[in-house]
């Protein structure tokens, strides 16, 4: 990723519509296979600027982040983020079976990650029997736009991809939905007009400002959450996917 976006999503994730709406779906999701107070052990892997471990995962028991970049980490540290490490999702530096749940959220599409298929592996290897991840995913690699220039994707996924990658890594599909459904006609009309026109600056679609929108593109997708948790969504921006571990495995 661009070293300039970790500030900007430092900047923007706590009121930012889109992170907001997001960290709904996912409660929405978390609250159906645990409910609040589980005492989980939770990784973050590609942590980020760790705003999920410091308003979202908590809510689910004890979280550790790891992320192969050190300037993420030193935003985290300034949320005041302690449990974190510097390390590659491909070489988690932990030992097999230590988590319940491992999150993470926008990371396997990364051009910085050799193998969305290893990186799962690798989920699965820290995993307890029986212990679930839970994947975000940029979706449909023909929306490509500046944003994946600024953010490096290296490909987005449709939900028959990653159901495949979970089979393939030996996780069992629990639940799989596309997400940002209602507003897809907006961010097929900016994409479109992208290759159309061009685009004017070097800016991802964090900064482009919703201004008075930014209250009614959070209500319109915090109102997924509660569609995407019971039932799968034909289409959207992103792909919501929970994977469960084998108890016997």
């Known amino acids: ?97 230590q988590f319940d749940l491992v999150t993470s959220f926008d990371v396997l599409y990364e051009k910085a990650v050799d193998s969305d298929l290893a990186a799962l592996r690798e989920f699965v290897r820290v995993l307890v029997p029986g212990g679930r991840v839970f994947l975000r995913l940029p979706a449909y690699d023909w929306l490509r736009g500046r944003h994946d220039d600024m953010v490096h994707t290296k490909k987005r996924y449709t939900a028959k991809e990653v159901a495949r990658l979970f089979l393939q890594s030996g996780l069992i599909v629990e639940h799989i939905s596309f997400a940002n ?15 159309l026109f061009g685009s004017r600056d070097g800016h991802s679609d964090l900064q482009v400002s919703a201004g008075l929108f930014n209250k009614l593109f959070e209500k319109i997708l915090k109102g997924e959450a509660g569609l995407i948790a019971r039932n799968s969504l034909p289409f959207g921006l992103s792909v919501i996917a929970v994977g469960r571990k084998e108890a016997s495995a």
């Open 1 to 97: 990723m661009d070293p300039r976006e970790y500030e900007l999503m430092y900047r923007v994730e706590d009121e930012h519509w889109w992170y907001r709406g997001m960290a709904s779906i996912t409660r929405a999701i978390l609250d159906r296979c645990y409910g609040a107070s589980s005492q989980l052990r939770i990784l973050d892997a590609g942590c980020g600027t760790g705003s999920a471990m410091a308003t979202l995962l908590p809510r689910y028991g004890c979280v550790i982040g790891v992320d192969v970049h050190p300037l993420a980490l030193q935003f985290c540290r300034r949320r005041g983020l302690t449990r974190i490490a510097c390390a590659s999702i491909l070489d988690l530096p932990f030992a097999s079976a």
């Open 181 to 195: 459904m209602f507003l897809f006609p907006l961010a097929l009309l900016k994409r479109f007009s992208e290759r």
